[in-house]
T-cell receptor, first 114, second 109 residues
């Protein structure tokens, strides 16, 4: 079955460390997105990519980095510059132009700074 | 700025009907989405409205009024498994989704 796989499901990071969250999809979707979800707030866009080797900053890109070397993969690195990284991170994908189907989401990674 | 408002929490009884409202102010409009999200899980797509009116899909219906910047999600014959957060999102003129904070729906027996 096609879908989006995020790993790990839970991740603990020490202050000052960089960590990378994995997102892989086999839906053949061109567009991929990273969102951050905090209690009481809507999903906030970190980065998005419409095609391979190209990506754009979202609303809260500071302290994060991404790469899009393959269509299937869109990893997110949370750097030590991100001052409050504890959150639930969601990866999503879509087919540009086919907006009626919405986005397909992965099951998320919960990152905690210890 | 862009803004989407929905109630923080609602409570309903199993077997009843509940309406979750969403109002929006965005830069352009390319459709409104409703998603369901169980705690700690991925949001799942429920509905998409781009024209005014009611879209019915089984126990769930979604309504849109573009002139009023208003939508609602109607859930009928509530079941315990409907306990979840319901997220309203609008696609703006840049085809980016703007999200509301979500409405946590609690179903009581």
């Amino acid at each position: 079955d096609g879908g989006i796989t995020q790993s790990p499901k839970y991740l603990f990071r020490k202050e000052g460390q960089n960590v990378t969250l994995s997102c892989e999809q086999n839906l053949n979707h061109d567009a991929m997105y990273w969102y951050r979800q905090d209690p009481g707030q809507g999903l906030r866009l970190i980065y998005y990519s419409q095609i391979v080797n190209d990506f754009q900053k979202g609303d809260i890109a500071e302290g994060y980095s991404v790469s899009r070397e393959k269509k299937e993969s869109f990893p997110l690195t949370v750097t030590s510059a991100q001052k409050n990284p504890t959150a639930f991170y969601l990866c999503a994908s879509s087919i540009p132009g086919q907006i009626t189907y919405g986005y397909t989401f992965g099951s998320g990674t919960r990152l905690t700074v210890v | 700025g862009q803004n989407i408002d929905q109630p923080t929490e609602m409570t309903a009884t199993e077997g009843a009907i509940v309406q979750i409202n969403c109002t929006y102010q965005t830069s352009g409009f390319n459709g409104l989405f409703w998603y369901q999200q169980h705690a700690g899980e991925a949001p799942t797509f429920l509905s998409y409205n781009v024209l005014d009116g009611l879209e019915e899909k089984g126990r769930f219906s979604s309504f849109l009024s573009r002139s009023k910047g208003y939508s609602y999600l109607l859930l009928k014959e509530l079941q315990m498994k409907d306990s979840a957060s319901y997220l309203c999102a609008v696609m703006d003129s840049n085809y980016q989704l703007i999200w509301g904070a979500g409405t946590k729906l609690i179903i009581k027996p």
